[in-house]
């Protein structure tokens, strides 16, 4: 953040002379070239990422009674959205070597209530949502929160992403967007993230707040510049360290994977965090439980998801980031070399 701050502080002094600090002239202008860098012909900024894939769903007709298919290994807001409208999650299993989820797996799960699938681009890597599309017949929204510039256009109905700190683009708090070629959907959802208001005090569709600030607007925009090169260091660092430990069972490579997170399938999880560990290496886990396993959420396991549960119990985040240096970027090199698989 300290690159960005001189020039951030001026956005916010621009935003404060001019005294409109919601809906205003950042987000119009964060929103034009956010548009244009995700593929899309609209974008409209929200409050988060699960607000976008909420107001994505809600704005495609996705309410009670209606199923929502989506992978079974993924964060838990990708879920938590189809609640949100009222709506009932269907998990369906990835494919062991992408993380991404299985378009046979997801057609086996439409029904006639089948309103959408959720596809997630997992840990920056660009799934085939040309394939998932194909193959369910119902529209299809792309969850983005970790794979900003990792696709190049909206293959989907709708692309919702988040701007949570960590992400590669990541803001000063809590953000998202929804990016469409739909102009009605886009329309649509400008409604909905403001208490679904056609203009001021005049509602017409029932909803809550949605909004995302100027002063978070701003940030984006100062920063969404420097995101190619972040993705480009980002790649670079991933690749070191494949190709330091070509034995371990990295997450499948794609030439436009952006690397949110670099993840590996451990046999045994805890020997390989204890390795990296010992030699210096801090680790996460991404994510602990598949949605099948998650207390909340096991009522909506209809079929078994061994791939997404086998990656739940084996996977392991090494850092990542392209503020690593060169030198750190070695050390965790050398503590991977000798890491159990």
């Given amino acids: 953040m300290a690159r960005h701050r001189q020039a951030f ?6 935003v404060l002379d001019r005294g409109s600090l919601l809906l205003g002239p950042e987000l119009v202008a964060f929103e034009r070239a956010f548009a244009q860098f995700a593929g899309g012909a609209h974008c409209v900024g ?3 990422g699960a607000s976008a894939l909420q107001l994505a769903l809600a704005a495609l007709g996705v309410g009670p009674g209606d199923e929502v298919i989506v992978p079974a290994m993924t964060a838990v807001p990708t879920a938590s959205a ?15 070597d992408t993380v991404a989820i299985d378009p046979m797996a997801a057609q086996a799960a439409v029904t006639s209530s089948t309103r959408a699938v959720i596809g997630v681009h997992l840990y920056g890597r660009p799934l085939d949502t040309e394939a998932l599309v194909a193959a369910v017949g119902v529209p299809v929204v792309e969850d983005c929160a970790q794979s900003h510039g990792a696709t190049s256009r909206v293959a989907g109905a709708a692309a919702a992403y988040s701007f949570y700190p960590t992400k590669n683009l990541g803001g000063i708090g809590d953000g998202g967007a929804v990016v469409t070629d739909d102009l009605a959907l886009a329309e649509r959802v400008r409604r909905l993230r403001a208490h679904g208001a056609s203009q001021q005090y005049v509602h017409v569709e029932i909803s809550q707040n949605h909004r995302l600030s100027e002063l978070e607007a701003a940030w984006l ?12 260091r980002r ?4 690749a070191a360290y494949r190709s330091a430990a070509p034995h371990l069972a990295w997450q499948a ?3 436009h994977h952006v690397h949110h997170l670099a993840v590996v399938r451990a046999a045994n999880r805890d020997a390989l965090r204890g390795h990296l560990g010992a030699h210096g290496v801090g680790t996460a ?3 602990p439980l598949a949605l099948t396993q998650q207390p909340a959420y096991t009522r909506f396991a209809t079929a078994p998801c061994p791939n997404a549960e086998a990656w739940s119990a084996g996977c392991v985040s090494v850092p990542c980031f392209p ?6 970027v070695e050390l965790v090199c050398n503590a991977l070399r000798g890491a159990p698989a």
């Fill in 9 to 14: 502080l001026q956005s916010v002094g621009n």
């Fill in 46 to 48: 929200v409050a988060s």
């Fill in 82 to 96: 189809v609640c949100a409208v009222g709506a009932t999650p269907v998990f369906a299993d990835v494919h062991l």
């Fill in 221 to 232: 925009l100062v920063t969404l510049p420097f995101l190619a090169a972040d993705n480009a």
């Fill in 235 to 238: 790649r670079d660092v991933a």
């Fill in 253 to 255: 490579e794609h030439p």
């Fill in 285 to 287: 886990v991404h994510y």
């Fill in 323 to 328: 503020e690593l240096t060169d030198a750190e």
